[in-house]
C-alpha cells in the first residue's frame, strides 16, 4: 500500500500562485506515474495535469494550460503542481495520484490510478 502525503494548500486571492507539493510514504517516487486531479463541490474529480515516470513527459488539462506546471523530483522523492495565475474556478480539493507502471507515459483517467492522496484545500478568493 502506497500513502500519498499533500501539502501546500490555502487561500489565496486570484492571480496568487501557490505550489502543492505530493510524495509517498516509504516508497520510490520513480517507480510510479503521477497526476494531478481536483473536485470542487457538487462537482466530479476532474482531470488536472500528469506526469511520466521520469519526466518530462507532461499533460495537461486545457483549463490549467499555461498557467500550471507539473513536476517531480526522484531525487527528493517528491511531486509538484506550480499553480500560477489562480481563478476562483480553480478552487477545489486537489488530490495527488500514484500509478505504478514500467512504461514512461502519462495517464489522464483517475481509473488508471492505483493510488490517492487524502487531498488539499485550494481556495481562491476574487
Known amino acids: 500500500q502506497v500513502q500519498l502525503v499533500e501539502s501546500g494548500g490555502g487561500l489565496v486571492q486570484a492571480g496568487d500562485s501557490l505550489r502543492l507539493s505530493c510524495a509517498p510514504s516509504?516508497?520510490?517516487?520513480?517507480?510510479?506515474?503521477m497526476g494531478w486531479f481536483r473536485q470542487a463541490p457538487g462537482k466530479e474529480r476532474e482531470f488536472v495535469s500528469s506526469?511520466?515516470?521520469?519526466?518530462?513527459?507532461?499533460f495537461y488539462a486545457d483549463s490549467v494550460k499555461g498557467r500550471f506546471t507539473i513536476s517531480r523530483d526522484n531525487a527528493k522523492n517528491t511531486l509538484y503542481l506550480q499553480m500560477n495565475s489562480l481563478k476562483p474556478e480553480d478552487t477545489a480539493v486537489y488530490y495527488c495520484?500514484?500509478?505504478?507502471?514500467?512504461?514512461?507515459?502519462?495517464?489522464?483517467?483517475?481509473?488508471?490510478?492505483?493510488?490517492w492522496g487524502q487531498g488539499t484545500q485550494v481556495t481562491v478568493s476574487s
Open positions: 506526469i511520466g515516470r521520469f519526466g518530462p513527459v507532461t
Open positions: 495520484a500514484a500509478k505504478a507502471t514500467v512504461a514512461s507515459g502519462t495517464y489522464s483517467r483517475h481509473t488508471s490510478y492505483d493510488y
Open positions: 516509504g516508497r520510490t517516487l520513480s517507480s510510479y506515474a
